[in-house]
């Protein structure tokens, strides 16, 4: 069943898509999440219209006439889509279905859909295992089909499913499909034909699907989508991608490769040269250094290596590549304690002794394992919007001094509010103090010296040993005279004659000067 919070998005997305704003394209064509608004729900709207005026569907699910939404999420409709009549009495009673929402109804098999104006077709979280041939064909104006949760296996999933009426410019195609999901259901391969009626396919979404291996059939299909931008391959169980997978879609702009098995930077990601947004969360990565580091991906604009358990390296010039990055989340990797001071750092093209930085402007580097961070790590950190380095176990010395004298008021007047947690680990005397307040005390952070010995404790090692000084010489005194006088005899022998002796033997003359 659906959620309340689930539902909510959905709605929302609704709203958008029947103002037209929702699949708004940009220069690549590509529907961004961003362009989905937040508005709040109108229950005013939301309801079901009259038996009088519309088709007896909605005296089951939900009908908006204005919005041309059709949505019957979360009502049991049973194992197959309703009669034809049924879907033809919408349009006869005065409801143009431009978005269809049959989400968690219980749906096992698609048959056909009769012709409708659909752009936006959701059959999500149900159990549909099969899909008869051309079952979508009649929806020639569908633009977003989203086939995610559900029981589809490769075998199901043929490419005469996706096969639209015959054309003699394209084969069969669904011409306008842009955007499909396949995501969480039990492929674990692809048929190499698979999108071949469908030629204006920009995003594919396969992620949580088992498929561990991508074989040279999922290959051939996957590289085969031309206008490819969008692919979420993630928590797939991949430990690999094969070389040339973006080689062919040379348009791919967004990659999402989170949750899977890779121990190392794709070297498949050298020819994704048009890429602008990458992640590699949770993935058993334990460093990033020279021969793995990133290949040169120049468009490059955000990038994500958090949640990574095995991470604890990350060498010079691992983002040398990466010349636009504008926004890097390095995060949540417990045991990441090394950022080399030259990461970003790379060579100008023009004059190789000039050193250049990408433009990075939000920086987010907490709860990791780092102690120190490079003052040389990026160049630009007084004109950046972002930098969070919360959650680390700081060492407050003379290394990190520029943090408190430069950062920290850069982060003050830019985010006051992440300047929490930012707290001293080491050394011992300054553990647990919190580095903005050091800040602003105006607190001089002082080196160890060769032997490990912090001048912090100078002072008091100072103090105690002149006090041991002092002490010192009277009592030395104290023992010198007990060692020339013998005490006054109090020491030498025990009789009376030696004690009487002590009191009376003469001096020579001598020995009195």
Known sequence: MMNAARQKLYFNMVLILATGTLLKEDTSGFVHAADIGDEPRNDANYTKTPTSAASKLCESCNCIKDKGVFDCTSKQIGATLFPLEDWQSLNTNGLDAKLVFLVSTGLKEITLFPSMNVTWLDLSHNEIATMKTGCFANLTLLQVLDLSHNRLKSESLNPDVFAGHYSTNEYMPLSKLRVLRLGANDLHSLNPDLFEHLPALEELSLELNPFKVIDQQSEIAI???????????????LEDIPKYLFHT??????LNLTGNLLQEVPAALSYATALAWL???????????VGTEFPSLKQLTFLSLSYMSQLKVIGRGAFSGLESLQEVHITNNPHLTYLHGH???????DNPERLDWPPVKRLYLHNNNISYLDAQLLVQWDTMDVIDIRANPWTCDCTNRWVLLSLLPIIERTTPAILNNIDCKSPSQMA?????????KQTHLRCPDEAGNNPSNDGALLMGLLIGVLLAIPLTAAIWCVYKRGCFGLFGSGTPAAYSRAFYSRTTLNEEF
């Open 432 to 440: 647990g103090l919190s580095m903005v307040d050091l800040e602003h």
């Open 223 to 237: 590289a085969s989508i031309e206008r490819l931008v969008s692919l979420d391959l993630s928590y797939m169980e």
């Open 343 to 349: 990461a970003f750092v790379r060579n100008d093209t």
């Open 249 to 254: 879609p040379r348009g791919l702009r967004y």
């Open 279 to 289: 992640s590699l969360d949770e993935n058993p990565i334990s460093s990033i250094v």
